[in-house]
């Protein structure tokens, strides 16, 4: 019989977390330790040794042998180099060991990390630190110790150090709004995120037959197939029972880690799912989203089967995105962005409204590079995802208190509605006060916004940087006027109102997919960056600069820093997809057409030896339009050729602007002679599965 494994046994046993460390650490000390990770209080190094021998206690027990710094660089995936905690003693002899210093401290040699020219190469040194807010772990036999990573000079390098810089800022700000709201008991203020995750999931014979998804995560040919998601049976399906036990180990990885995977599903696309974990603390769902992400591609080939965590794995049905949950919520716990019975009495809720709009319209670039990379250009704009275009969803009821607001007119609260089914034995549903909009890039769902722009591969890091930032500004705006006047009621209905008026333009509730709306958002000045290159131009400009600076987020030098990587990396994946194209279409797919051209052939010459007479239109017929088809994609070839080779020869930027104004139309071009050909050619010839196998073999 199946071995049944109760949740609460499992859930977090391989976390070093605040259970353990009472157990397991003197009184003192484990207040100290909790100091730092409830209130941000730097660590005290004569702590740190005590601590460090616990870990090393609680993680040899478990039956870990090593220990590792896990960090977060700027190439979007984790890193870790993995020490034993061996040390040798007297008469060749070793014991376990782990220091307080070796807790704290790392010193990976950070060459060969991308750096955007922050470092030269004679200082190949870089830290890193530990991070005692996510708490440690244990996985593969390590204990993992989430850290920041920095350059010799101090300047960051991950994504970690800006995020947690971000949370300080608007932990002081939000404090600062509380105290004046009479609030002298919180003592910290935390973004809270949720990331729901999509992915798909393909049989690896299939994986490993195509190089363009195992080289490029994602497909760069193929012909849709006969069936899409048109009959909308996907989305909410039964799970496939492979599926299903894949996403059951995975479940039961994530709760070892303390991952609250809570939520698992079809997703419109055949062969696409999704995971919903509860929300916690940003920095620890920063962590725990790699995790899982880790988990997701590690688990598949278990199963026969990989996961493909790319923006737009296949065209012509939905790519895959990331729901990035946002809020604010103090250390008791309670929301600060909940409405209430009543929002327009609710004045504290409504200033720190006023301060999401505000930051989100001022800051619409930088929220729309947080979510751009390569991949996730193939999947905004199209009927599926976000536009390139940031705007806001407030819904029904705060639109008319807003509009009410900046009219001057009265609101009156709409009474409470109820629905019934018309079926006795089924209760009587409350109606929401609004509606949800699936459309809008940035949505408030209740208590919290959804920003549904990121990108299903991408950390998530900067997105909250952003917003935590960019909301710490308005509301340290809004603290510095609360502070000053002698009217604090006065000054804050004038401040939400002022300021509702002043961003309305970033407020839509209509359909975010439509031709309309990216007419009308141009009227409203909002900004459409349509591509990645044309938004990273703009990582630098002065506000944005300015913005960072003041709240010691990233300085100038990490600013630029992280342009550089951005177009970098935007370059390097655009250039390794186009060879890829090259590849498979010189190596594998003119070779294969041709060969089945042959065969054609061959069958005219039989059958005219036959009888003169015979008809052969047929054949001659398919001949002929292959070997069109086949000299044009010979053509289309030798173009994107030219234009590569051409590519190279640029430094990063110019090079991200080429690939997309001139290389990527090539590789369009080159793929719809391809998908041509694959419709006529016969399907034992054809040298790769095609979409129909894929999204239906599982
Ligand atoms: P919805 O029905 O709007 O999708 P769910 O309750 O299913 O809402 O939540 C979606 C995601 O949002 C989940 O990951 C959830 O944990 C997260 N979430 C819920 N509340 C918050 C919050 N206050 N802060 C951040 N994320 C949240
Ligand atoms: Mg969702």
Redesign the pocket.
């Known amino acids: 019989m199946e071995k049944f494994e109760r949740i609460p046994d499992i859930f977090a046993s391989q976390v070093f977390n605040e259970d353990i460390m009472r157990e397991r650490l003197p009184k003192d000390v484990y207040k100290s330790l909790l100091n730092t990770i409830a209130n941000g209080k730097e660590i005290d190094a004569t702590i740190a040794d005590v601590v460090a021998g616990a870990m090393k206690d609680w993680a040899t027990e478990h039956g870990a042998t090593h220990f590792t710094h896990w960090f977060q660089p700027l190439t979007g995936v984790t890193a870790e180099k993995h020490d034993a905690f061996l040390s040798p003693v007297d008469h060749g002899k070793a014991i376990m060991e782990f220091s307080g210093k070796e807790l704290i401290k790392g010193e990976p040699d950070a060459s060969s990390f991308p750096s955007g020219g922050l470092r030269a190469t004679f200082e190949a040194r870089g830290y890193t630190a530990w991070d005692p807010a996510s708490y440690a772990f244990i996985k593969d036999g390590s204990l993992y110790i989430p850290t920041a990573f920095c350059s010799y000079g101090g300047e960051a390098l991950d994504t970690k150090t800006p995020l947690l810089r971000s949370m300080d800022a608007i932990n002081s700000a939000s404090l600062r709004i509380l105290r004046l709201f009479g609030d002298d008991t919180t003592r910290r203020v935390l973004?809270?995120?949720?990331?729901?995750q999509e992915y798909f999931l393909v049989d690896a014979e299939d994986f490993k037959a195509r190089r363009d998804l195992f080289y490029c995560g994602r497909t760069l040919f193929g012909a849709p197939a006969i069936k899409g998601q048109e009959l909308e049976d996907h989305y909410f399906g039964t799970l496939p029972a492979r599926v299903s036990a894949f996403m059951k180990e995975l479940d039961t990885e994530l709760w070892k880690l303390g991952i609250?995977s809570?939520?698992k599903h079809n997703e419109a696309a055949p062969a696409q799912h999704e995971l919903?974990?509860?929300?916690?603390t940003t920095n620890i769902?920063v962590d725990q989203n790699l995790l899982t992400m880790e988990f997701m591609r590690k688990l598949a080939p278990k199963f026969g089967m990989e996961c493909l965590l790319a923006e737009k794995p296949f065209e012509g049905i939905n790519g895959s995105g990331k729901?990035n949950?946002?809020?604010?919520?103090t250390d008791s716990g309670k929301?600060l962005?909940?409405p209430g019975k009543n929002p327009a009495d609710n004045k504290q809720f409504m200033l720190f409204l006023a301060a999401v709009v505000r930051a989100v319209d001022d800051y619409q670039d930088l929220l729309r590079i947080s979510a751009a990379t390569a991949g996730n250009d193939c999947r905004l704009g199209g009927h599926e995802a976000p536009p390139s275009i940031i705007s806001i969803f407030l819904g029904e009821e705060l639109d008319t208190i807003i509009k009410s607001m900046i009219e001057g007119s009265s609101y009156s609260k709409r009474d409470t509605r109820y629905m019934s089914l018309g079926v006795k034995s089924v209760p009587t549903i409350r109606q929401d006060t609004t509606d949800?909009n699936r459309t809008s890039p940035f949505a408030f769902?209740?208590?919290?916004f959804?920003f549904r722009m990121v990108g299903s591969s991408q950390n998530i890091a900067l997105s909250n940087i952003v917003l935590n930032t960019a909301v710490a500004e308005a509301l340290s705006d809004f603290a510095d006027r609360l502070e000053e006047t002698i009217d604090f009621r006065g000054e804050l209905d004038k401040i939400i109102t002022d300021t509702f008026r002043a961003h309305s333009r970033i407020l839509f509730a209509g359909n975010s997919y439509s031709k309309e709306w990216e007419e009308e958002a141009k009227a409203r000045g909002l900004s459409n960056f349509r591509t990645s290159p044309e938004a990273y131009a703009h990582f630098t400009d002065e506000k944005n600069v300015k913005l960072f600076g003041k709240f010691g987020v990233m300085s100038e030098t990490e600013m630029r820093s992280r342009r550089e990587i951005f177009f970098e990396g935007y370059r390097k994946i655009k250039n390794i997809e186009a060879r890829t194209m090259l590849e498979m279409t010189i190596r594998d797919i003119i070779p294969a057409v041709s060969r089945y051209i042959g065969v054609l052939s061959d069958s005219v010459n039989a059958k005219l030896n036959v009888s003169k007479t015979i008809n052969v239109s047929a054949e001659r017929d398919i001949i002929e339009k292959l070997s069109d088809l086949l000299a044009s994609t010979y053509e289309a070839y030798t173009a994107l050729e030219r234009v590569e080779k051409t590519a190279l020869t640029k430094a990063d930027e110019d090079a991200a602007f080429y690939y997309k104004d001139s290389v990527i139309p090539k590789m369009e071009a080159l793929r719809r002679l391809v998908d041509s050909m694959e419709v006529l050619c016969a399907r034992e010839y054809w040298p790769m599965p095609t979409y129909g196998d894929i999204t239906f073999r599982i």
């Open positions: 973004s809270t995120v949720g990331a729901e609250c809570k939520t919903a974990p509860i929300f916690t769902a729901h949950n946002w809020s604010l919520a929301n962005l909940k949800r769902t209740g208590n919290k959804e």
